[in-house]
């Protein structure tokens, strides 16, 4: 993650240097300054970024032949949310407020007219595709394209579905398969997913890209209060002579540090850890925390890795709501899970890469701590849950001993305890949760809301 504050007069200049083996895929970076996340994001402070191979011949024929769009699907909510949780508590905070046009204009002194068009608040919740509302695109019948959907979001879960129309799974996160998927009737995008898909369309006519609530995935996409309608995101015209496009039979090999880890042995685990998503309740407070504690600063790290070793992490949400667990730096790969609801594997595979994932039940991931020594922040991708706290720091040292800020030295922070196998595989103790936890994070500012002012301060994170 790389930080930087800028006023709206100065320009910075990112510089980023990628390892020659760095995966292809796509990934994305938003606004990530703690409390305003969430508001920032929703008002559009983010963007994709593609990695593209160094040697093109690794891409598939078949693949390279299929135009590719990228979707980037942005969440717009300026209406009225009366949030979940808690909202009768002291500290409730609801990041999703109404903020009119009118409001952001007042805030950045804005001088000119404001559109009345866009100060109409009958349209104050809905997802738009690279800036724009519903927008159609065209295709031909039996023709592949390659649709690389980023959901830049922090707060709802889409359920991708396009009736009519057939789609294969190529990636997740920015990682490719090793070989499509066969036709798939969803694709669920939890905040911050990205897939790319490849998209046929048989006949001519038009179709709908939208997200659904399907009665059937109940059990498998969270509550009602994280899904979302919206038919249609997209509109795709299908016309013209028909075209037959075959699907690759393989797809790009992944790189060394996203070798298998299913298999590895148990003394080749270096590091274990464990983050357990919670609610933290209390008389005055409702807070989202993390191993029963919100987050105390950028200098806390709550947990060591070494660079270049396997860390084997337990993600533990057992409560109504599927946090979305997100980590920097690193991709995952999802070792196993508690959770039975999902037999079709449609929110998540064993085995597949993620740098997201749907926390339910208890879930093991593994991944290598690869070329990068420094800051990992993990978090809830549900942004306002992030903004309350439900974020932590870890760090990757060069070699033992060179971490400089302060480990987490209370009962919080702890790594789990290996039993009989090595692995600690047991549910973590619960957490007593007492007000003097929920205060203990001097960090934690819930007033530090950052308005389109005269000075934005943006903090980018490339995750
Ligand atoms: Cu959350």
């Not at 011949?57 to 949310?81: A, G, R, V």
């Not at 009737?185 to 609530?213: E, H, Y």
């Not at 028909?242 to 060394?256: C, R």
Request: glycine share 6%; with cysteine.
């Amino acid at each position: 993650m790389m930080s930087y504050r800028s006023t709206s007069e100065e320009q910075h200049v990112y510089t980023y240097v990628l390892p020659d083996n760095h995966a292809p895929g796509m990934h994305w970076y938003h606004a990530h300054h703690h409390g305003a996340t969430a508001f920032q994001v929703i008002g559009g402070l983010a963007g994709a970024i593609i990695v593209d191979p160094v040697d093109d011949s690794i891409i598939p024929p078949e693949l390279s032949n299929m135009d590719e769009i990228l979707m980037i699907l942005q969440h717009m909510k300026f209406d009225s949310d009366p949030g979940n949780g808690c909202p009768n508590s002291e500290n409730f905070v609801n990041a999703f407020r109404p903020y009119s046009y009118l409001e952001i204009s007042d805030e950045i002194g804005d001088t000119l007219d404001v559109n009345p068009s866009l100060a109409n608040t009958s349209l104050a919740d809905f997802y738009v595709v690279n800036g724009q509302y519903q927008p159609r695109i065209q295709m031909r019948p039996g023709e592949k394209k390659v649709f690389r959907l980023l959901h830049a979001a922090g707060t709802h879960t889409l359920e991708i579905e396009i009736p009519g129309c057939n789609i294969y799974r190529i990636s997740r996160d920015g990682v490719y398969r090793s070989e499509p998927t066969d036709a798939v009737d969803v694709i669920v995008l939890i905040q911050a997913s990205r897939a790319d898909i490849i998209v046929d369309c048989p006949r001519t006519g038009t179709f709908n890209l939208k997200s659904t609530i399907d009665p059937s995935r109940d059990n498998i996409v969270s509550s009602n209060v994280l899904r979302y309608f919206q038919d249609p995101i997209l509109t795709i015209e299908v016309s013209g002579d028909e075209l037959t496009m075959p699907l690759p039979s393989q797809l790009p090999p992944l790189p060394s540090y996203l070798s298998d880890l299913q298999n590895v042995s148990r003394q080749d685990i270096a590091g274990q850890y464990r983050v357990d998503f919670g609610q933290l309740r209390g008389p005055e407070t409702c807070n989202f925390g993390i191993n029963g504690m919100l987050f105390r600063g950028p200098d806390v790290y709550d947990h060591i890795m070494t660079l270049d070793t396997i860390e084997e992490w337990i993600i533990k949400d057992t409560g109504p709501e599927s946090h979305p667990f997100h980590l920097h730096v690193n991709h995952f790969q999802v070792i196993s899970t508690t959770y039975q609801d999902d037999p079709n594997q449609i929110v998540f595979e064993i085995g597949e890469w993620r740098d997201t994932l749907a926390a339910r039940d208890v879930t093991t991931i593994r991944f290598r701590t690869d070329t990068f020594p420094g800051v990992v922040v993990l978090h809830c991708h549900y942004l306002r849950h992030e903004d309350l706290g439900m974020m932590q720091v870890t760090y990757i040292e060069s070699s033992h001993g060179t971490a400089t800020g302060n480990h987490g030295t209370d009962r919080i922070g702890q790594e789990a305890e290996p039993n009989g196998d090595g692995i600690n595989h047991s549910e973590p103790t619960d957490h007593e949760l007492h007000e003097s936890d929920m205060n203990s994070s001097g960090q934690f500012k819930s007033s530090t809301y950052v308005f389109f002012t005269t000075v934005m301060i943006v903090v980018l994170s490339i995750i």
